[in-house]
Nanobody, 126 residues
Framework: QVQVMESGGGLVQTGDSLRLSCAAS????????VAWFRQAPEKEREFVAA????????YYADSVKGRFTISRDNAENTVYLQMDSLKPEDTAVYYC???????????????????WGQGTQVTVST
């Protein structure tokens, strides 16, 4: 059983930066694949980034590649999403998700993750 809790959302302006945190309990983040998804109003939930368990390989959606960075702090048992050069289209509720299964082929699929946080709102104004 893994519990994850997001924090760090807020209201920022275009071009600003924000860092989201996903604090995990029940398992170490090192042994857990953790991902960020987001959902904007009237849109489907979409994959943002993931850090794979053990090896720590990272994966990004094309829309955020080069602007967002996912990382994990094993000592803090926390995964971070550093978001730079934010755009209005990044506005969404951001969710942290986790799984202890090996899901390499489905790492970008929300259905592959068992454990979800409640979400944190990120709003980017023009």
């Amino acid at each position: 059983q893994v519990q994850v809790m997001e924090s760090g959302g807020g209201l920022v302006q275009t071009g600003d930066s924000l860092r989201l945190s996903c604090a995990a309990s029940g398992r170490t983040v090192r042994s857990t694949t953790v991902a960020w998804f987001r959902q904007a109003p009237e849109k489907e939930r979409e994959f943002v980034a993931a850090v794979r368990r053990n090896g720590g390989y990272t994966y990004y959606a094309d829309s955020v590649k080069g602007r967002f960075t996912i990382s994990r702090d094993n000592a803090e048992n926390t995964v971070y999403l550093q978001m730079d050069s934010l755009k209005p289209e990044d506005t969404a509720v951001y969710y942290c998700a986790a799984t202890t299964s090996e899901i390499l082929s489905a790492i970008r699929s929300a259905d592959a993750y068992y454990y979800w946080g409640q979400g944190t709102q990120v709003t980017v104004s023009t």
